[in-house]
T-cell receptor, first 116, second 111 residues
Framework: KAGVTQTPRYLIKTRGQQVTLSCSPI?????VSWYQQTPGQGLQFLFE???????NKGNFPGRFSGRQFSNSRSEMNVSTLELGDSALYLC???????????????FGQGTRLTVV | TQLLEQSPQFLSIQEGENLTVYCNSS?????LQWYRQEPGEGPVLLVT?????EVKKLKRLTFQFGDARKDSSLHITAAQPGDTGLYLC???????????FGQGTTLQVKP
């Protein structure tokens, strides 16, 4: 069974540009969440999508957005990049079929974004 | 706001020693997950605990969920250099896929 796939693995962008990151969840998983990981703040929740709808949103500015497609694949977009957006962006997929065990999340390898 | 306090933040020990990592909150969680992360990679799920008082063992790793489902611990017996990594606890409220993460414990096991 294939795991969570994130592309690209590494990205270098200039301040002011925008970027789109992609995530393909485990087959059959309907929930996709995005996290930002930095040395100072740890793992912080960005948003969660379930059945193409944003179900939860973290405390990030509106420059951070996402979407989910009918095949559960998800993308996140960051516009007007700032130096502080440099981080490892992680995508996690969950089966989420109603029981507590099914909320366990499986992560991709992440996309390392560097803003210069 | 739900928070998870993880301690210690850093741990450097010799091979063969035992250690315990703690994860505490004032909030009740529906389930709690433990992950291990290598540099530059995504976290890998080690275990999920869902019942208050639950104890799960994974080889030399023992995980416990507090009776009130507000805290958890990870105990490693006879640590080995291969255990080196970042250990993360994460709590779920159960009705969404959102996880609240602790700050992590960086473990270094010296041969």
């Amino acid at each position: 069974k294939a795991g969570v796939t994130q592309t690209p693995r590494y990205l270098i962008k200039t301040r002011g540009q925008q970027v789109t990151l992609s995530c393909s969840p485990i087959s059959g998983h309907r929930s996709v969440s995005w996290y930002q990981q930095t040395p100072g703040q740890g793992l912080q929740f960005l948003f969660e999508y379930f059945s193409e709808t944003q179900r939860n949103k973290g405390n990030f500015p509106g420059r951070f957005s996402g979407r989910q497609f009918s095949n559960s694949r998800s993308e996140m977009n960051v516009s007007t990049l700032e130096l502080g957006d440099s981080a490892l962006y992680l995508c996690a997929s969950s089966l989420f079929a109603g029981s507590r065990m099914n909320t366990e999340a499986f992560f991709g390898q992440g996309t390392r974004l560097t803003v210069v | 706001t739900q928070l998870l306090e993880q301690s210690p933040q850093f741990l450097s020990i010799q091979e063969g020693e035992n250690l315990t990592v703690y994860c505490n909150s004032s909030s009740v969680f529906s389930s709690l997950q433990w992950y291990r992360q290598e540099p530059g990679e995504g976290p890998v799920l080690l275990v999920t605990v869902v019942t208050g008082g639950e104890v799960k063992k994974l080889k030399r790793l023992t995980f416990q969920f507090g009776d009130a489902r507000k805290d958890s611990s990870l105990h490693i017996t006879a640590a080995q250099p291969g255990d080196t990594g970042l250990y993360l606890c994460a709590g779920s409220s159960g009705n969404t896929g959102k996880l609240i993460f602790g700050q992590g414990t960086t473990l270094q096991v010296k041969p």
